[in-house]
């Protein structure tokens, strides 16, 4: 069978990674966590005290980052696993910040499409089908509502064993849409020839079969 690029952008908490990776998994195919990259940047500079909101000091960070990942979905930084804290919400605001300077996003942007040149991937983030891979040939655009975003990153955050307050996890994710949407680099916005998938009232399974429908008819027309 054939096998195609598959691009999933959608805001925050809107569960495209955990779809992401279970579609890889039944297809075969490599997954590749962009988000999880920012968030490697993100953590990076808070854990060596580096000014946000420097982008000199920032840029000059990038070269003593290494981001790898393995075919378990576990991210490395400079050799460290880092899966599981990066999910953290300070990490997730500061990946927003660090993804609006143009100097971080041509650096992850030029790994991803490496990574990506293989064919058989599928990517999430913010831009995947607007900037990282314009050709990609299924363009999926993943939303849900803020309520139902913050429950899910709620339960998350429980079994990861972190701070799970709902309220702040839902300012957080109303303060991440904002800033994703509105930064001048490469904003979170629908690619115009992709399918929006509306996950507000599904499960899991619901959705994962709906992308399997998606990608089996987008390989009958390529």
Same mark, same amino acid.
């Given at each position: 069978?054939?096998?195609? #690029?598959?691009?999933?952008?959608?805001?925050?908490?809107?569960?495209?990674?955990?779809? &992401?990776?279970?579609? %890889?998994?039944?297809? /075969?195919?490599?997954?590749?966590?962009?988000?999880?990259?920012?968030?490697?940047?993100?953590?990076?500079?808070?854990?060596?005290?580096? /000014?946000?909101? +420097?982008?000199? %000091?920032?840029?000059?960070?990038? $070269?003593?980052? $290494? =981001?790898?990942?393995?075919?378990?979905?576990? =991210?490395?930084?400079?050799?460290? /696993?880092?899966?599981?804290?990066?999910?953290?919400?300070?990490? #997730?605001? #500061?990946?927003?910040?660090?993804? #609006?300077?143009?100097?971080?996003? !041509?650096?992850?942007?030029?790994?991803?499409?490496?990574? &990506?040149?293989?064919?058989?991937?599928?990517?999430?983030?913010?831009?995947?089908? !607007?900037?990282?891979?314009?050709? &990609?040939?299924?363009?999926?655009?993943?939303?849900?509502?803020? *309520? !139902?975003? %913050?429950?899910?990153?709620?339960? @998350?955050?429980?079994?990861?064993?972190?701070? %799970?307050?709902?309220?702040?996890?839902? $300012? *957080? =994710?109303?303060?991440?849409?904002?800033? *994703?949407?509105?930064?001048?680099?490469?904003?979170?916005?629908?690619?115009?020839?992709?399918?929006?998938? /509306?996950?507000? &009232?599904? !499960?899991?399974?619901?959705?994962? +079969?709906?992308?399997?429908?998606?990608?089996? @008819?987008?390989?009958? @027309?390529?």
């Amino acid at each position: 069978m054939k096998k195609i #690029s598959i691009a999933v952008d959608g805001p925050s908490a809107a569960g495209k990674s955990s779809i &992401a990776k279970i579609v %890889a998994k039944r297809l /075969d195919y490599i997954y590749i966590d962009t988000g999880a990259m920012y968030r490697c940047v993100g953590y990076y500079c808070l854990e060596n005290n580096i /000014d946000l909101k +420097d982008e000199q %000091a920032v840029s000059q960070a990038l $070269k003593q980052i $290494k =981001i790898e990942m393995d075919s378990n979905n576990h =991210i490395f930084l400079n050799g460290q /696993d880092v899966s599981q804290v990066i999910r953290q919400d300070q990490v #997730s605001m #500061s990946a927003s910040v660090v993804s #609006s300077y143009q100097v971080v996003r !041509t650096f992850l942007v030029e790994q991803q499409r490496q990574m &990506a040149n293989v064919g058989g991937v599928i990517l999430d983030g913010r831009d995947i089908g !607007t900037v990282v891979l314009p050709n &990609a040939e299924l363009k999926i655009y993943q939303i849900a509502s803020v *309520d !139902t975003r %913050a429950k899910r990153r709620y339960l @998350e955050n429980q079994e990861r064993g972190l701070t %799970a307050d709902l309220e702040l996890i839902k $300012k *957080d =994710i109303e303060q991440r849409d904002y800033q *994703d949407m509105n930064r001048d680099i490469s904003p979170l916005k629908q690619a115009e020839d992709a399918i929006v998938l /509306d996950t507000s &009232a599904m !499960t899991l399974q619901e959705v994962v +079969d709906a992308v399997l429908k998606l990608v089996e @008819e987008k390989i009958k @027309e390529v």
